[in-house]
């Protein structure tokens, strides 16, 4: 999310509470826009490095996510159980 972003650019993160679940949400926010139907179900709109990325996600227990909030990229990367083991 950061790499193609400009140096000018301000990108902000955020770590919260997966809502109703045992995990948390890392949220990347940076400028730019998504093609349309974006996704992880779109091998061929992914380059190498989110490839990669969703090749190394375990079955359960994590995702990632993009979604266009304005003009600005929200990166959601969730991990719950039993990736983690909440206490």
Do not use: C
């Amino acid at each position: 999310a950061v790499k193609h972003g400009s140096l000018k650019d301000v990108v902000r993160m955020d770590l919260r509470a997966a809502p109703g679940k045992r995990g948390v949400i890392v949220s990347i926010y940076n400028s730019g826009s998504l093609p349309a139907g974006f996704g992880l179900d779109k091998p061929e709109q992914l380059g190498v490095g989110l490839q990669l990325v969703s090749s190394l996600l375990p079955a359960s227990g994590a995702g990632i996510w993009w979604e266009q909030v304005g003009e600005t990229i929200a990166t959601r990367f969730m991990l719950e159980e039993p990736v983690i083991d909440p206490v």
